[in-house]
């Protein structure tokens, strides 16, 4: 669904799949439900393993809203969390919960999902054999990767009017603009703490490679977030980003949102060229 020339089809992050109508079983509105009860001990052994990985190479590399937000995934059991326990804990600070959805869903049922508070999550897993493997967002990525942050409440707001300017977005034939803000943001944004960087993107998050190269390369960009820049820069989906918007603090990037008039900014960037993630 993304008209980026630099973007090629797989891996999607969010979004978009092959067929408008939901596959047998789920719901009108895509969901599925998790039967916890059905992931294999093997399974449950990925998520551990992944997990241990990733919080020991996030420490000092994440932000602090990661960390406390790491909270609501410490569940009562290992292993892939239970929804339903999840959701009574990220209920209780956001209003937001996480359903399950076979894998990737349409734009228009993805960007409804967020914009009612609920995020979709892939109700599968890697492999073992496969850890850095990610063809399709999976209940790692999905759970690690956006929940924690989904517990901060202007990061909560943000996704929420994400979904309200991607439902506008798609009726105005605007989406490749408002998919790299979600790229840039949720999925690939740096944020200043205390003076350094710090990651709060999700695709970020969940990449053992990627934590590392965002921050310490001496190869990508790293501009200072601003929103009219961010929707005119390409990115690609095959390989690590060139560049890394860095948000000053999580209300700048909730207000860009709330201040900006969208169909006005994409209106005023029409006949403005496309920037380059390497020259960003
Ligand atoms: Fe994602």
Redesign the pocket.
């Known amino acids: 669904m993304f008209t980026d020339d630099l973007t090629i089809e797989a891996p999607k992050?969010?979004g978009a799949a092959a067929t408008p109508t939901p596959p047998p079983g789920a719901a009108a509105d895509w969901t599925i439900p998790q039967h916890w009860e059905r992931f294999t001990s093997e399974e449950h052994r990925v998520w551990d393993l992944l997990f241990a990985r990733q919080q020991e190479l996030l420490a000092g590399r994440a932000v602090r809203a990661f960390h406390e937000g790491l909270d609501v995934l410490r569940l009562s059991r290992p292993g892939i969390p239970d929804l339903d326990e999840l959701n009574e804990r990220l209920f209780a600070r956001t209003g937001w919960t996480v359903v399950s959805v076979p894998g990737l869903v349409p734009d228009d049922v993805f960007f409804r999902h967020l914009s009612q508070r609920r995020f979709p999550a892939g109700n599968f897993i890697r492999s073992a054999s496969q850890l850095d493997y990610l063809e399709e967002?999976d209940v790692f990525?999905?759970v690690f990767?956006?929940v924690p942050l989904l517990a901060q409440p202007a990061v909560a707001d943000f996704m929420q009017a994400l979904g309200e300017e991607g439902l506008k977005a798609l009726r105005r034939g605007a989406l490749d603009r408002l998919s790299r803000l979600y790229w840039y943001t949720?999925?690939f944004g740096l944020a200043r703490e205390d003076g350094d960087l710090k990651i709060y993107g999700?695709?970020i998050l969940?990449s053992f490679g990627e934590s590392r190269f965002s921050l310490e390369s001496p190869d990508p960009h790293r501009p200072a977030f601003d929103i009219g820049r961010v929707l005119r820069t390409r990115y690609r989906s095959d390989a690590f980003q060139q560049s890394y918007f860095v948000v000053e603090s999580f209300d700048e990037l909730l207000d860009s949102i709330l201040e900006t008039d969208l169909g006005a900014l994409y209106d005023s960037l029409a006949d403005e060229p496309d920037l380059c993630p390497s020259r960003a």
């Open positions: 992050l969010h967002p990525h999905d990767g956006h949720v999925e999700a695709g969940s």
